[in-house]
């Protein structure tokens, strides 16, 4: 079927990066969902190669600063230990700049094995599979829309 509509990507993902991204044919939603003042929550599942302990938590939550300003987490919470330098971390952040986990975990001396995106505000990427895509249903849309002041 032929399309006129434009769609606009709702954040980004790097090519190394995985899981959730929202398409919209309405631009001011898509400016209003990216902007930082809206304040809305994106929480990734990462796969680190390096020590997880209180002191790299707290260092997430208090900033760490980088070349473009200070980057900070809101959340962090361990999912998991693989083994003693191998960890599942739940990280959740307002922002949406470049790389933004990527960067913050190298200035921390933590590798990033696997990024995957799980919300995006008040969507959650739940069991869709990989590579799939889903229509946003009436609730998801209803929140993300009082979210967003809409």
Do not use: C
């Not at 809206?38 to 980088?66: A, C, M, P, T």
């Not at 230990?81 to 922002?95: F, G, K, L, P, Q």
């Not at 975990?105 to 590579?131: K, W």
């Amino acid at each position: 079927k032929d399309r006129k509509d434009r769609l606009y990507h709702v954040g980004r993902l790097d090519k190394d990066s995985e899981g959730l991204i929202l398409l919209t044919n309405d631009g001011e939603f898509a400016h209003r969902a990216t902007h930082p003042s809206y304040g809305l929550e994106k929480h990734y599942l990462v796969e680190i190669e390096g020590e997880f302990n209180k002191q790299l938590s707290d260092q997430l939550l208090q900033g760490v600063r980088l070349e473009d300003g200070l980057a900070r987490a809101i959340k962090v919470v361990h999912a998991r230990a693989v083994s003693r330098n191998h960890h599942w971390v739940e990280i959740t952040i307002h922002e949406g700049r470049y790389h933004i986990i990527r960067r913050l975990m190298e200035a921390v001396d933590v590798t990033v094995m696997r990024l995957i995106r799980t919300n995006f505000g008040p969507i959650s990427l739940g069991d869709t599979p990989e590579g799939r895509w889903r229509d946003l249903n009436a609730g998801e849309l209803a929140n993300l829309q009082k979210a967003l002041d809409l």
